[in-house]
């Protein structure tokens, strides 16, 4: 399981600053749609050597919106389930009466805490680290976010504090014949009830591994023939009912299981519509470049105008999701949930593509015989070929001259002819640019 770290601090140190730095690499799913990065809070670090998941406490509890009550449990949530908190302070400011504070608060935690002080550029760093000696933690990482300063530096002893998830090791527990579908949705839209009528059969829930706030339930079972392990993020909380409240949407957890899932299955509920939280979920997943599948839970006991009126408002709220396949079901009566899995299964092999390098050249030509690509400065953009660079989601990569000059609107003309040309449903495709070989 991927660790977790958290930024800790007071405002305007710095936080967000060096959280966008180093979660740079994975915002490419979602620059089109800028309302859903607008709050972005938990992001992945992949770096060789050096992956987790990084939380913005200071965006949680600074949110005003109507989600800033969770918002907040979730910042205390996100402090007691971090392997290391990162405590950011303010370099050029000096040490605050609010430093002194939270640093009090953390050591009462007990927390394995890095003090990182930031805006240090064109300062000496034994001297700034002499400023903050008072507040008793061991020796401060001295960086700036905005210029770079000191963060190799820093990963480096964050992956020393952490335990250590490779790619390949995560890649290795992955077993290619299966299908790992994580089943997410915010509370009571229908979650375990739909899980059940999946397995066929009423599930004992009554396991004795403790759970935690990270933790999912992963239940293997075969359909049709077909390996599944189904990722149940409902499940665990109600085993310990003490902290239900806390537990009932754990973002943490939600995290965990998309990088354990290779399809989702979003679960939303038709009677209430499109709320802020399903859209956060949605951001998340989009995010993670999971394969996709929607189910609209409760389509029965609704009319044929609240019908109506639940689709469009999907579409309104949900664009950014068009690339799934939408099912109106009944988890309660059964009605709809046969058709689910296959929708999944074809997520699945579109997400796993494994097109090969000639047949994705033949294409990227024909597109462009199409539709040729605009001129830049008076010169035509030259593709030369593409190649497959990843899987779940697809990642093609089209070389040439000056293709990184690619406007907007053709890298998503190319993409829609790729995904139409590869039947490719249900998983998000990422078209990478590339200048020479
Ligand atoms: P947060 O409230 O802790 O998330 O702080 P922000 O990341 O929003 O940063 C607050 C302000 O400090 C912004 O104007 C940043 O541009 C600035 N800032 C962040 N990092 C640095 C740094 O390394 N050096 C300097 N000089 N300014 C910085
Ligand atoms: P979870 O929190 O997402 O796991 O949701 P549950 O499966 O516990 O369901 C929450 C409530 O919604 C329960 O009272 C279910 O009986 C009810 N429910 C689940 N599916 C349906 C459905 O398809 N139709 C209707 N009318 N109610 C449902």
Not at 9 to 17: A, D, E, Q, W
Not at 242 to 255: C, G, H, P, Q, W
Request: aromatic letters at 6%.
């Amino acid at each position: 399981m991927k660790p977790v770290v958290a930024l800790v601090g007071s405002p305007n140190v710095g936080k967000s600053t060096l959280f966008n730095r180093l979660t740079r690499t994975r915002n490419a799913l979602v620059a089109d749609y800028a309302g859903l990065t607008r709050d972005r809070i938990y992001g992945n670090v992949d770096e060789e050597n050096c992956r987790f998941i990084l939380i913005d406490t200071g965006g949680l509890t600074e949110q005003t919106d109507n989600m800033a009550e969770l918002m907040r449990k979730q910042a205390r949530l996100a402090i007691d389930s971090a392997d290391l908190i990162l405590f950011v302070v303010d370099g050029r400011a000096g040490m605050s009466a609010a430093d002194q504070s939270i640093a009090s608060m953390l050591r009462q935690d007990g927390k394995d805490v890095l003090l990182v002080i930031n805006k240090t550029e064109g300062e000496h760093r034994d001297i700034v680290a002499a400023e903050f000696f008072a507040l008793g933690l061991d020796t401060p990482q001295v960086i700036s976010a905005t210029q770079g300063r000191g963060i190799s530096e820093l990963l480096q002893r964050i992956s020393s504090k952490i335990p250590s998830v490779t790619q390949e090791a995560s890649e290795l527990e992955a077993n290619d014949d299966e299908i790992r579908l994580a089943v997410l949705g915010r509370p009571n839209v229908g979650k375990s009830t739909l899980i059940n009528r999946l397995l066929g059969e009423e599930r004992v829930v009554a396991f004795d591994e403790p759970g935690t706030t990270r933790d999912s339930i992963h239940i293997p079972f075969e359909k049709d023939g077909v390996q599944y392990t189904l990722i149940d993020t409902a499940g665990v909380r109600r085993r310990s009912r003490v902290s239900e409240t806390l537990e009932k949407f754990s973002i943490l957890k939600t995290l965990q299981a998309l990088e354990d899932a290779n399809v989702v299955m979003l679960v939303l509920d038709a009677h209430e519509g499109i709320v802020d939280q399903d859209l956060h979920l949605a951001g998340l997943i989009v995010e993670s470049g999971r394969a996709l599948v929607i189910a609209v839970n409760k389509w029965d006991g609704l009319d044929k105008t609240e019908r109506e009126w639940v689709a469009a408002n999907i579409e309104r709220r949900l664009p950014f999701l068009s690339y799934a396949k939408t099912h109106f079901i009944s988890a309660l009566h059964g009605s709809g949930v046969g058709l689910l899995l296959k929708s999944v299964r074809l997520a699945y092999q579109s997400a796993m593509t494994k097109t090969p390098t000639s047949r994705l050249t033949r294409i990227l030509e024909d597109a462009v015989a199409d539709h040729p690509p605009p001129l830049v400065h008076g010169r035509r953009i030259k593709y030369r070929y593409a190649h497959l660079g990843g899987k779940n989601p697809p990642r093609i990569i089209i070389h040439g001259n000056q293709t990184e000059a690619t406007p907007d609107s053709y890298r998503r003309y190319l993409e829609n002819f790729f995904r139409k040309s590869l039947r490719l449903d249900g998983t998000p495709v990422m078209i990478e640019f590339k200048t020479g070989d």
